[in-house]
């Protein structure tokens, strides 16, 4: 059958289910009624949405989203990224493609929808740096856990930590072969050789996410901030610099990291739980790092937060007020980038 030509001039607005070969697309009019529901290949969905005349498109933050708002953007339309998780509420029974434009093509006129500013590739560049780190780090703690696992085997064991477990490395190769068998040497060896190369690339993708926070000057005014150092810098930069404005406060986008508690109350009672572990989990697992340091090396004297936090120890337990700390890191990040000044540490 051929398909029917339909007049999309009254076309307002559009919802895009994004995917790698096939897309599908919901276009309605000003009133509400729809007017296309097609699935279109990727090859043609550029000029699909260049015959379009000016629409409010909707997509989900998801793979490839970036990409395609820069692209559509191109086109004269004005596009929206929306969090998948918001999007859910709309969808109407049985889930597809086609529910899924629909309910994207709704969500995206709704007045309080939160949308996710498109990121330009410089953006996303300086976020690919941290996530290849993350990558490298979680290889090399697999190769030395694999390293650990082996030796203990043959009765070589060590104490927990990353530098016990390269004192295990350095036996390899250079060993004695009483303790060490030559042929378990040689089994292993491949493991240290991969160690030593995966230790080389992530001292090279710490000194690009350095000079990353060296041009940028949010990255050195948020290290400013005790707990917060070039790679935590970087990270809240590259993430939330062009989206600050959308959080109505400090506490707002500390929740967006899910360092604040979940809710679960009712009928005037509030109940408080754990922290919700919502939102990016890199940028949470940074500050909680940085808090660590903070409380790690606390002297008095030190500055306010290293005193609150101090007084804090004195009735919680060490990983709540790590918690805290991180809470408060955030809100003290939010407050430099809204505000445009360095963090100034007040003697208690």
Not at 57 to 85: F, K, T, Y
Not at 193 to 222: C, G, P
Not at 226 to 252: C, K, L, N, Y
Not at 281 to 307: F, I, N, P, S
């Amino acid at each position: 059958m051929r398909k029917q030509n339909i007049d999309l001039s009254a076309a307002v607005t559009v919802g895009l289910d994004l995917a790698k070969l096939i897309f599908q697309v919901h276009v309605v009019d000003g009133k509400g009624g729809v007017l296309l529901t097609r699935a279109i290949r990727r090859r043609d969905l550029l000029p699909f949405f260049e015959q379009l005349p000016p629409c409010l498109v909707g997509l989900e933050a998801c793979g490839s989203a970036h990409h395609w708002a820069r692209r559509l953007i191109g086109c004269g339309h004005d596009v929206r990224l929306m969090p998948p998780a918001y999007v859910k509420a709309y969808v109407r029974r049985q889930k597809n493609d086609a529910a899924d434009a629909a309910a994207i093509c709704e969500a995206v006129t709704r007045p309080f929808m939160r949308f996710v500013p498109v990121r330009s590739i410089a953006n996303q560049a300086a976020l690919m740096h941290h996530r290849v780190r993350e990558i490298l780090v979680a290889q090399r703690t697999q190769m030395l856990n694999a390293l650990r696992g082996h030796l203990a085997e043959i009765g070589i064991i060590a104490a927990q930590g990353p530098n016990n477990a390269r004192s295990l490395a350095a036996l390899i190769g250079g060993g004695d072969e009483a303790e060490i068998p030559s042929t378990v040497q040689t089994a292993l060896a491949p493991l240290v050789r991969q160690i030593e190369h995966l230790d080389a690339e992530i001292a090279a993708s710490d000194d690009a996410i350095e000079q990353l926070a060296k041009e940028n000057e949010t990255a050195r005014r948020l290290m400013t901030v005790p707990g917060i150092g070039p790679v935590t810098a970087s990270a809240i930069a590259a993430t939330a610099q062009d989206d600050i404005s959308a959080f109505e406060g400090p506490r707002a986008f500390s929740a967006s990291l899910g360092l604040t508690p979940r809710q679960n109350s009712s009928g005037g009672k509030e109940r408080l739980g754990r922290i919700s572990k919502m939102g990016d989990r890199y940028l949470r697992k940074l500050l909680v790092v940085g808090a660590h340091a903070v409380l790690r090396h606390r002297r008095k004297g030190e500055g306010a937060l290293r005193t609150w936090a101090s007084r804090l120890l004195d009735t919680k337990p060490f990983r709540v007020v790590a918690i805290a700390v991180a809470n408060k890191l955030a809100r003290i990040a939010f407050a430099l980038m809204r505000g445009g000044s360095r963090y100034r540490g007040a003697a208690a």
